[in-house]
């Protein structure tokens, strides 16, 4: 049988898809609910102008949150997208991000930085080992509010495996905060809801508003 007969034969019809409901508008059920209120009113106790203006702006504000819901969720989906065009451009660029671990390259040498809230006299890192004993001591000296980097060399023999930092700095007596940084490679970016999301060389997948810096 050809397909003309088949779309020929009574009783067969190959496109007949199922018509949806058309979605009902919720000022339109609104508006509904209103009229049959008011048909079915007490009329020796009518609702007043007031309670029908309160059903009224009832109805422009439900309307006027779902108008702004869509808006949003437009505006979320666009700026998703060019968030994932730009993010593109930092595949095989170098970002820092908050963080003790010492990444090494082929001259055994490590890149770190840290971060103060205010300037400090004196600065120290303690380079660890996995076992947390102290490798070697890096006087940084004095440091001016803001980042600031380091570098440190392994020495022939030492497993460059584990390796991390911290940051010691001191104002007069007055221990400071010091968040300390890392260096990492992004290899690609993804999106997980909402979110731009970096996949590192080292540090697995993180969220681009984790990133401090990028070169």
Avoid: C, H
């Amino acid at each position: 049988m050809a397909v003309s007969d088949i779309l020929a034969t009574p009783g067969v019809n190959a496109a007949s898809p199922a018509t949806a409901a058309p979605k009902e508008d919720p000022s339109d059920r609104f508006l509904k609910l209103l009229v049959t209120q008011m048909q079915n009113q007490d009329p020796l106790n009518p609702m007043d102008n007031a309670q029908v203006t309160s059903q009224m702006a009832q109805i422009n504000t439900v309307t006027g949150i779902e108008k702004l819901n869509d808006t949003v969720k437009s505006l979320s989906s666009q700026m998703l997208s060019a968030q994932m065009m730009q993010g593109a451009g930092l595949v095989g660029r170098s970002v820092l991000l908050q963080g003790n671990a010492l990444r090494f390259g082929e001259d055994r040498v490590a890149t770190g930085g840290f971060e103060l809230t205010s300037a400090a006299d004196s600065v120290k890192v303690e380079v660890m080992s996995p076992s947390g004993r102290v490798l070697d001591t890096i006087d940084v000296g004095a440091a001016s509010a803001g980042r600031s980097g380091f570098e440190w060399a392994a020495p022939e023999g030492t497993s460059t495996d584990g390796i991390t930092f911290r940051v010691v700095a001191r104002s007069g007596g007055a221990t400071l905060a010091a968040t300390p940084l890392t260096p990492d490679l992004v290899r690609a970016v993804s999106t997980a809801g909402d979110t731009l999301q970096l996949e590192l060389a080292f540090g697995g997948s993180v969220p681009y508003t984790q990133v401090k810096a990028i070169s």
